[in-house]
């Protein structure tokens, strides 16, 4: 029989439990609707103290008795003697237990887990009043049994589970620790690092009785050499974080082991076919993969992460992860893996490419998948690249690069390609074709466009475009004639790429083509040339079910229409083009149009619905790293808060526009700064530009999106000269611009040489952002 009534073996908790408060609530829940409940997770994630608090907090609804059992160190066989044991049963348990309500908590199933699946199946089939708690890192798999997952703690800031559990044990490590505001965001960085894992984070907290935060961050990459304090009372799997995983490890079946160590290779997440390519081989066939996977995610050690471009993604967590590369690497086959890790990225790279050949008509589904499956990739794409870069072999890494030009050059990512093409490039590497060499320096000056690095940008151009002639490579040398064209103003490139687009019949060629011959239009303010140049691009990509270019058809048509002071249909573009890109990470081409209706509202009055625009574009452009876009988006944000009244924010957001931007002021500054004058003065609006210009990018996100205003500097500021005014001289030549006459006709005028009148246009030109004569005459009417 039951060693008496109201039995119970539960000890006492040892410390504070902190934490989980939401997830103990829910779990009352479903104690109360289901009677076999299993809590699954990796070792260390805090299973058992979960189940301990969830027990006590059930207990007085088991009047019969509560009864933990430990079966970590049981060996096959051991399972029912050692629960009749505990229980003080003599009997058959389930005659002995009959109708009784009584909790059985079994912790750590795992050693003994299809003897546990029988017991409880046999104990629930014929003891209506009998209850199983269970631990494990893999589902039982009984009738009626609720899985439920434990999660890592939340680690997203200072008052997120794992950060309070950190501070809980430091103190009692430590006593008097607390968080300072120079050791808080270390202390959450050190949780992030550590996964939110409970065992990781107490072995952590205990350090800080010899270490500082400080250095406890500096030395996780050797985490399980740090690690290695836990309390000599704690079971032996728990002293240490190896230990942890290291008894998870061993309970691994000779493949899966193999697959887990092998997942090592990917940096980030990755999808069945990527695994299925990289880590099927000797021992481990790839029609096995997928069963074994399923078996790793059953035992907790494989994450499921959601899904991307419609498949299902898996990671490990990173102290698994970093256990796993131990192995890995002792394992003799991590070359082999990081090889075949790269030829898989490139793999994917080249069907995307394929996709787009000319003569090919993807449905755009299929290349927004594609899209979709490759940004989400690109910490993978990354890591292939510095691999390549470290034994010396770039070529299939440039092949990567250059497969996914598009996404690189238009989705705004904050992984740095440009740095690691320059790697990639500069290895002495003679089995590289001089197409490909092409080709990749070209999307390097195409990156450094992107960034505002126009003179290395062509540099990078030209060198591209002698390697891909000397290759007889007419694509790359489209491409590289259609950057010159963007970067020097020689329309005649465009026309001898529109020459070879044309006779390759490459669509997209032709339409990036036509949409640098519109900007050229659009700047210079030819409208009728730059819309059909537009229309152009629009047709060809809607042929093409090209999404991407309408998108960049919609935004330039938008462009003309708000030129042309027709708003209604700006909007309508613009919005077009943002429906075309929302179910992609184009975020460049996302931000245009955002910003584009926040501007036509602003054009409008409607200050409300510019802001609620100008703010999403900011925003988005900060998290994808996008400085000129940031830059600027704090012009537009400048503009904004003139029409709203707020001139002192106006003029710490021109300047640190210009600032970001690195470049010199124009008219749209000049036309903040104006009415700023006139209500703050010369003086005051000097010190507010010297200012902004010195304020960081946070700093100004902060003065835009929060009206955050930057500290008073410790020492006086000079007022700043604001440098986008004219001159006395430069003004009044401005003025005689507007009223039609040319350069000699001025040098007349004022009895100067024409050379010297010529000079002056220029640098009315360069100070305001102009380049024609008649933008000058529009912006002098304008602001008198």
Not at 53 to 60: F, K, M, Q, Y
Not at 207 to 234: C, I, K, P, Y
Not at 746 to 770: M, Y
Request: hydrophobic share 45%; net charge negative.
């Amino acid at each position: 029989m039951l060693r008496s009534s109201e039995f119970s073996n539960l000890p006492a908790e040892p410390n504070t439990f902190v934490g989980r408060e939401a997830d103990v609530d829910e779990l009352l829940h479903l104690m109360r609707v289901s009677r076999a409940v299993t809590l699954c997770g990796a070792g260390g994630i805090g299973k058992t103290r979960l189940a301990l608090r969830l027990a006590t907090r059930v207990e007085p609804d088991h009047p019969d008795g509560v009864c933990l059992v430990e079966l970590a160190d049981l060996e096959k066989g051991e399972l029912r003697g050692h629960v009749s044991s505990t229980l003080g049963i003599a009997g058959e348990l389930a005659e002995t237990i009959g109708g009784r309500r009584v909790l059985l908590l079994l912790d750590n199933c795992e050693p003994v887990i299809g003897e546990c699946a029988e017991l409880c199946q046999d104990l629930l089939g014929a003891c209506p009043g009998l209850t199983v708690l269970a631990t494990s890192r893999e589902p039982l798999r009984v009738p009626g049994e609720t899985v439920w997952r434990v999660p890592p703690l939340s680690v997203d800031g200072v008052e997120s589970e794992a950060v309070r559990l950190f501070v809980a044990r430091a103190g009692a490590a430590r006593p008097g620790f607390e968080l300072t505001d120079e050791t808080w965001p270390l202390v959450v960085e050190l949780c992030q690092a550590l996964d939110g894992l409970p065992l990781a984070i107490e072995l952590a907290a205990a350090m800080v009785r010899v270490l500082s935060v400080g250095q406890l961050v500096e030395r996780l990459d050797d985490r399980f050499r740090l690690l290695a304090g836990g309390a000599r009372t704690a079971p032996a799997r728990h002293r240490t974080l190896r230990a942890a995983v290291d008894w998870s490890y061993r309970l691994l079946s000779p493949q899966e082991r193999l697959l887990l160590r092998r997942t090592a290779a990917f940096r980030s997440f990755w999808t069945l076919d990527l695994a299925e390519g990289v880590c099927s081989g000797p021992g481990l066939p790839e029609e096995e993969v997928l069963p074994r996977l399923c078996d790793l995610v059953d035992k907790s050690l494989v994450a499921v992460d959601g899904e991307i471009a419609g498949q299902a993604r898996y990671r490990l967590l990173e102290t698994v992860r970093e256990y796993a590369l131990e192995q890995l690497a002792d394992s003799g086959e991590e070359a082999e893996l990081r090889r075949r890790h790269l030829k898989a990225l490139a793999g994917l790279a080249a069907g995307f490419r394929r996709g787009l050949a000319p003569g090919v008509r993807t449905p755009w589904p299929v290349v927004e998948r594609f899209i979709n499956l490759l940004d989400g990739l690109k910490v993978e794409v990354g890591s292939a690249c510095d691999w390549a870069i470290a034994i010396g072999l770039p070529e299939t890494a440039l092949s990567l690069l250059t497969d996914t030009r598009f996404l690189l050059i238009g989705s705004g990512s904050k992984l740095d390609m440009a740095e690691r093409l320059d790697r990639l490039l500069a290895l002495d590497a003679p089995q590289v074709r001089p197409g490909l060499r092409g080709q990749a320096t070209i999307l390097r000056g195409e990156l450094a466009a992107a960034a505002g690095d126009l003179k290395p940008a062509l540099r990078w151009a030209r060198a591209g475009l002698e390697l891909c002639r000397t290759a007889d490579d007419p694509h790359g040398e489209a491409v590289a004639l259609i950057l010159l064209a963007r970067l020097t103003g020689e329309q005649d490139n465009l026309d001898r790429a529109l020459e070879l687009a044309g006779r390759s019949g490459d669509l997209i060629l032709e339409s990036q083509a036509q949409g640098a011959k519109a900007g050229f239009g659009l700047y210079q303010g030819r409208l009728r040339e730059a819309r059909r140049a537009f229309e152009k691009v629009l047709s060809i990509s809607e042929e093409l079910d090209n999404h991407y270019g309408q998108t960049i058809g919609h935004i330039g048509l938008a462009q003309v229409a708000r030129r042309s002071g027709d708003p209604a249909t700006a909007r309508r573009h613009y919005e077009s083009g943002l429906r075309l890109m929302r179910g992609v990470d184009a975020r460049q081409q996302i931000v245009r149009c955002l910003a584009g209706l926040g501007s036509v509202a602003l054009d409008q009055g409607d200050l409300a619905e510019a802001r609620a625009r100008f703010t999403e574009a900011l925003v988005l452009s900060r998290d994808a790293g996008l400085r000129a876009g940031i830059a600027r988006r704090l012009e537009a944000w400048a503009s904004l808060v003139t029409a709203e009244g707020d001139h002192r924010r106006a003029v710490l957001l021109a300047a640190a526009a210009v600032a970001l931007r690195g470049r010199q002021p124009d008219a749209r500054t000049e036309d903040v700064l104006r009415p700023a004058r006139d209500r703050l003065g010369e003086a005051v609006v000097g010190v507010l530009w010297a200012e902004g210009r010195s304020m960081t990018a946070d700093q100004a996100m902060a003065c835009a999106l929060d009206g955050a205003l930057p500290d008073p500097p410790a020492e006086p500021v000079v007022p700043a000269s604001q440098e986008s005014r004219l001159t006395a001289r430069e003004r009044e030549i401005a003025d005689l611009v507007s009223r039609g006459l040319s350069n000699r006709a001025i040098a007349d005028e004022l009895v100067i040489s024409p050379a010297t009148a010529a000079r002056h246009v220029a640098n009315i030109l360069a100070k305001l952002g102009f380049s024609t004569r008649t933008q000058i005459a529009a912006w002098v009417i304008g602001s008198r």
